[in-house]
């Protein structure tokens, strides 16, 4: 099977994917059924729940995307969370506040001086063992931002599937009214998203946080700016997959 054409991957997306805002207790009982298999099953970060979901305080406040095949039955790929501050205590630490709070260069930037409201965490991020599994990645909860052959057993392995669970937390976050976006990450994992377009800024030291970690900082309006040519049907099509979400649960309700 071939490659994904990176000159039209809205439509290569759009054929083997959906990604969903899981606004609705299925898509989220998923989302959490997918960390709990890469979280505690595959990778031990976290201990193994007798329910087999993984979860925790943040996620009352947080909302979740969820990547599945595009195909009925569909089949879970991936997830992200995007946690925004806390509605009845703005004041209170985002994760990699806590987590960083002796590293962060604050001459760079202060979360807690911003409009708590306007901030929030890309936090969560997971791939399936089916979708990340090549040489080298067992233990990585992602896999490489690279272009990746499909599988002929009808498990494509799509070339950006981190970005596009990356893209759906930056279109969540849009939704929502957020200026700046944090994140606690792979330095390989940034780089890779400086190659595409995406500035993603680094604002504290090294932490070890399950592996090296680095806090960094997204700007949503710039990274939609400034997004490479190549990687804009991409967007547009993720864009429209959420919004659509968005749509049907108010419809529902």
Excluded at 153 to 161: K, L, N, Q
Aim: glycine share 6%.
């Amino acid at each position: 099977m071939s490659l994904i054409d990176n000159s039209n991957l809205g439509s290569g997306f759009r054929g083997y994917f959906r990604i969903d805002a899981a606004l609705d207790d299925e898509l989220y009982d998923e989302v959490l059924r997918i960390r709990h298999d890469v979280y505690c099953v595959d990778l031990g970060f976290e201990r193994v729940r007798e329910d087999a979901r993984e979860s925790d305080d943040y996620d009352t406040h947080s909302i979740h995307c969820l990547l599945r095949t595009a195909t009925s039955p569909h089949r879970g790929v991936g997830c992200a969370r995007v946690v925004l501050t806390d509605p009845e205590d703005r004041a209170a630490p985002l994760p990699f506040e806590r987590t960083c709070a002796g590293v962060l260069d604050r001459s760079i930037i202060d979360p807690a001086r911003l409009p708590r409201e306007r901030i929030a965490e890309v936090s969560r991020l997971a791939v399936c063992r089916a979708y990340r599994r090549r040489k080298g990645e067992e233990h990585s909860y992602v896999n490489n931002v690279e272009e990746d052959a499909l599988d002929a057993c009808e498990r494509p392995r799509f070339p950006y599937i981190p970005v596009s669970l990356y893209m759906g937390a930056i279109a969540i976050a849009a939704h929502h009214g957020i200026d700046t976006l944090f994140v606690l990450t792979e330095p390989r994992l940034a780089n890779h998203f400086a190659r595409l377009g995406v500035r993603v800024t680094q604002i504290g030291g090294p932490v070890q946080h399950r592996g090296t970690r680095v806090p960094s900082m997204i700007d949503v309006q710039e990274v939609i700016r400034n997004m490479r040519l190549v990687m804009r049907p991409l967007w547009r099509e993720v864009v429209s997959e959420i919004e659509r979400s968005y749509k049907e649960t108010v419809t529902a309700r």
